[in-house]
């Protein structure tokens, strides 16, 4: 199994077969050696912690597995109408989660994690992906960087279920600032139709812009070998550097970025509607699809077919 799940279990039925399934895949490791999924363990706002989700914890705490504190305050509905208000109500629930889970178990792998709304007055609609949610998303990030605690945000969203103008601003303002600010995890690529749609397009897409906002906020490296002063002195006025040794040895670096979700022809492009970056993006998605291969060899797999059909009877 070569990726961590992530699952939000709705009964303690749901969680027991989780951890079944999640051995069977961890093979002759336990799950505390190899812990391959994470349990979503969710506060009802405001300040509601009911007993199913309490025994969802303690069965992931024991098992050795992360454990996401998850939280969702709706701001004017089960959270004040105010960005401090949301921010308050959201740590304090994540902090009761933190300490639950140490309470059972020292040292029990946690992360801190608000899903932050607002509340569309006029409509009664939870708005997930309103256009200055970053606000939400920064604070939340300083504040589990001041605990020292493990930070999981959601990377993208937008109110549309459509590809546009406003779906591209508002996934790039939420991303832009949740990278830079340093989050530890990230989820949610090719969210979209306020959390409630999923683009595979915008998956490929957006998994390229990450990278290149990690890459800005890596700066510029001007150690002396970048800088290269010498080549700048010895190839002199109206020279060239195509053979210079720095030119040679950065040639298939990432010092700059060239994901191919971006198109850099430039003034030779065609600007034919069928090269855009969602055409280019869904041609992608079609190959990563034809050439996938599963992670899970046949044996395990079968395996899980037999726990399937056993749980069916």
Same mark, same amino acid.
């Given at each position: ?17 989780? %951890? ?15 812990? /391959? #999924? ?8 405001? %300040? ?25 305050? /709706? ?11 949301? %921010? !308050?109500?959201?740590?304090?629930? @994540?902090?009761?989660?933190? #300490? ?20 569309? !007055? ?62 530890? /995890?990230? @989820? ?5 139709? @306020? ?36 080549? /700048? ?81």
């Amino acid at each position: 199994m070569s990726k961590h799940l992530v699952t939000a279990p709705a009964s303690v039925e749901s969680a027991q077969g989780w %951890l079944e399934v999640a051995e069977i895949l961890a093979g002759d490791r336990t799950l505390n050696e190899h812990p /391959i #999924i994470t349990f979503c363990v969710p506060i009802t706002t405001p %300040l509601c912690f009911d007993e199913t989700n309490c025994h969802i914890m303690k069965m992931g705490v024991r098992k050795g597995i992360p454990i996401e504190a998850q939280t969702e305050p /709706i701001a004017g509905a089960t959270a004040p109408l105010s960005f401090a208000g949301g %921010l !308050l109500m959201g740590n304090a629930e @994540n902090l009761f989660l933190i #300490i639950m889970a140490q309470l059972l178990k020292p040292g029990a792998p946690i992360t801190y994690s608000i899903g932050h709304g607002l509340t569309d !007055l006029h409509t009664g609609n939870a708005i997930f992906y309103n256009a200055d949610k970053m606000l939400w998303q920064i604070a939340d990030i300083q504040m589990a960087n001041f605990y020292n605690i493990p930070n999981w945000s959601s990377l993208s969203g937008s109110m549309v279920g459509r590809y546009d103008v406003q779906c591209g601003i508002e996934q790039a303002l939420l991303m832009m600032p949740t990278v830079a600010s340093g989050t530890n /995890i990230l @989820n949610g690529l090719g969210s979209c139709f @306020n959390a409630c749609g999923m683009s595979a397009e915008m998956i490929v897409i957006q998994a390229d812009l990450a990278q290149l906002i990690e890459r800005i906020s890596d700066g510029i490296d001007i150690t002396d070998e970048k800088l290269d002063f010498d080549s /700048i002195s010895a190839v002199g006025p109206g020279g060239h550097f195509l053979t210079e040794a720095l030119t040679i040895k950065m040639l298939r670096s990432d010092e700059f970025f060239t994901k191919g979700s971006f198109d850099r022809s430039g003034e030779r492009s065609s600007n034919d509607p069928k090269d855009s970056m969602l055409v280019r993006a869904h041609e992608r998605v079609e190959e990563l699809l034809a050439a996938h291969e599963p992670a899970v060899c046949g044996k395990t797999a079968e395996e899980i077919h037999r726990w399937c059909r056993q749980r069916e009877k």
